[in-house]
């Protein structure tokens, strides 16, 4: 089944005018997760249509992270009330595996390492086509050299770098629906900044949908529009460059979590 169609009718006299209608991917509502006595995740909603790339600004500890393994389905991030809808689906309940199927992706803000499984062999983890070649192309495009990986395994011999950029390879290699990308670009060298930027512009450009989490100014801009994350709320949506600018003017660190006042989020 394929995402929601939203489409805007105006009547106007006796015509009908279809002004828009796009397929909706995500839509989240109302998503709270608390642990503890901190509200993680307070309340929030939005939604991404397909081909959308989404991007998610905010300091550290804002929840962005928080966020991404909820809509993952990881262990211990099951939210306490809200709901999660993929493609018209409810997959509040879901289990990971199970919106893996689905053709959601999560590439970790620090990428897990899976001891004995060869690079190659990794990257292809979720593809339906299989072959070394093919892992070596998706190598390249991250700007990694396969004659220095062929032989190698996912494991501790490899930088944070090296893993993050083999971890991208294997989500362009999966051609996932939904790819949530929490800091990408974080500790990726300066020259393969734009091999991350343009694996992001590939998944948009067959219809996927990117949930993009990240600091950088410039990589948000890559982005179609944005949320500003402020103390687990979903503060502020609207255009990247109205996000960043709000983000430089406002965000400072604060000792003690004050919430933005109430009416001045939209
Ligand atoms: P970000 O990715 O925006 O830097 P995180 O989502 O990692 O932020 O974390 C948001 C806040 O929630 C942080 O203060 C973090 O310490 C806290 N947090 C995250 N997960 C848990 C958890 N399972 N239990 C308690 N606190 C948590
Ligand atoms: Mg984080």
Not at 72 to 93: A, E, L, V, W
Not at 177 to 195: F, H, R, T, V, W
Not at 237 to 264: F, R, W
Request: proline share 4%; glycine share 10%; net charge neutral.
């Amino acid at each position: 089944m394929k995402g929601l169609a939203t489409t805007v009718v105006v009547a106007a006299g006796n015509q009908v005018f279809i002004c828009y209608n796009y397929l909706i991917m995500l839509k989240i509502e109302n998503l709270n997760l608390k642990r503890g006595d901190k509200q993680i995740i307070n309340n929030v909603s939005f939604e991404v249509p397909d081909g959308e790339i989404f991007g998610v600004l905010g300091m550290n500890g804002a929840g962005k992270s928080s966020l991404a393994y909820i809509l993952m389905g990881s262990s211990g991030y099951q939210p306490d009330s809200g709901k999660i809808i993929f493609n018209g689906i409810d997959i509040t309940n879901k289990t990971m595996d199970e919106r893996a199927r689905l053709g959601i992706t999560l590439a970790w803000q620090e990428p897990a390492r899976f001891e004995g499984i060869s690079i190659l062999d990794f990257i292809l983890i979720g593809s339906e086509k299989k072959g070394h070649t093919l892992s070596e192309e998706y190598l390249e495009q991250m700007r990694l050299a396969p004659s220095e990986y062929r032989l190698r395994q996912v494991d501790k011999t490899l930088s944070g770098g090296e893993r993050k950029k083999i971890e991208l390879s294997s989500v362009l290699a999966m051609k996932p629906k939904l790819a949530i990308l929490d800091e990408p670009d974080s500790g990726i060298d300066m020259l393969s900044q734009e091999a991350v930027m343009n694996m992001i512009r590939e998944i948009k450009n067959y219809g996927g949908s990117v949930i993009l989490i990240t600091h950088d100014e410039e990589v948000v801009k890559t982005a179609d529009r944005a949320a500003l994350m402020c103390s687990g709320l979903a503060f502020k949506v609207g255009k990247p460059a109205e996000i960043i600018g709000y983000y430089k003017e406002h965000c400072k660190p604060c000792p003690t979590k004050v919430y933005p006042a109430k009416g001045d989020n939209k």
